[in-house]
């Protein structure tokens, strides 16, 4: 449970760093105070990963449940259609290649089929 809530709240705070690091990256000892707050988050003594995540993410969470919860089913269902409206099209191009690249080759393979006449095939020597 302590890696879960510091993975979370440790993903939060690159989230916010993406946007924040533009801004203000220039001040002075940014990246030592940066990389004191992520000791802080993982050190089991102070267990700041475990107060973020109690005093703020879980609340916030607990909250918005139902929206969430009808979030992940609305994504899941645009998923399957997605996957499915995917699937034909992939199939539907692959037929119209495979038609295209049969009717592109029908003279090749008419050519090479009439290249087999009946006397190619007598001169064959005959098994026993």
């Not at 199939?91 to 690249?101: D, H």
């Not at 049969?102 to 003279?107: L, V």
């Amino acid at each position: 449970v302590r890696w879960m809530m510091y993975w979370i709240v440790f993903a939060l705070f690159m989230t916010m760093e993406t946007f924040t690091d533009l801004l203000i990256s220039w001040l002075p000892f940014y990246y030592e105070v940066k990389m004191a707050f992520v000791i802080w988050l993982l050190s089991p003594y102070t267990r700041g990963a475990s107060l973020l995540y109690r005093r703020f993410v879980h609340p916030t969470l607990a909250r918005r449940e139902k929206d969430i919860d009808a979030f992940l089913v609305r994504a899941r269902e645009r998923g399957y259609e997605t996957a499915l409206s995917f699937g034909k099209r992939g199939l539907n191009l692959a037929a119209t290649a495979a038609v295209q690249a049969a009717t592109k080759s029908q003279g090749a393979l008419a050519g090479r089929l009439r290249s087999f006449s009946m006397h190619d095939l007598r001169s064959l020597p005959e098994q026993a």
